[in-house]
Nanobody
Framework: QVLLVESGGGLVQAGGSLRLSCAAS????????MAWFRQAPGKERDFVAA????????YYANSGKGRFTISKDNAKNTVYLQMNNLHPEDTAGYYC????????????????WGQGTQATVSS
């Protein structure tokens, strides 16, 4: 069992920044890939970024390249998503997820999910 708790969402103006956090606990995290997904009302849950807990390899969706950075703090068992130069279309619920070993951009392939945190970007 892996427990994930997100925080850090909020309301910002276009061009602003938010840093989302995902605190993880449970099984040996070094076996997992941690990812961020987002979902706007009426839309699919889309991949945003992922990081391998062991080794730190990162992966990004095109929508966030150059603006979003995923990172981790091993000592705190926490994964972060730094989001800069936010656009109104980035408005969504952001979810942290975990799956063992292999990176994937398909939300159906992730075993563990947090409750989500809302990020709203005003124009």
């Amino acid at each position: 069992q892996v427990l994930l708790v997100e925080s850090g969402g909020g309301l910002v103006q276009a061009g602003g920044s938010l840093r989302l956090s995902c605190a993880a606990s449970g099984r040996t995290l070094s076996r997992y890939v941690m990812a961020w997904f987002r979902q706007a009302p009426g839309k699919e849950r889309d991949f945003v970024a992922a990081i391998a807990w062991s080794g730190g390899t990162t992966y990004y969706a095109n929508s966030g390249k150059g603006r979003f950075t995923i990172s981790k703090d091993n000592a705190k068992n926490t994964v972060y998503l730094q989001m800069n130069n936010l656009h109104p279309e980035d408005t969504a619920g952001y979810y942290c997820a975990a799956r063992p070993w292999v990176y994937s951009e398909r939300h159906t392939e992730y075993n563990y999910w947090g409750q989500g945190t809302q990020a709203t970007v005003s124009s």
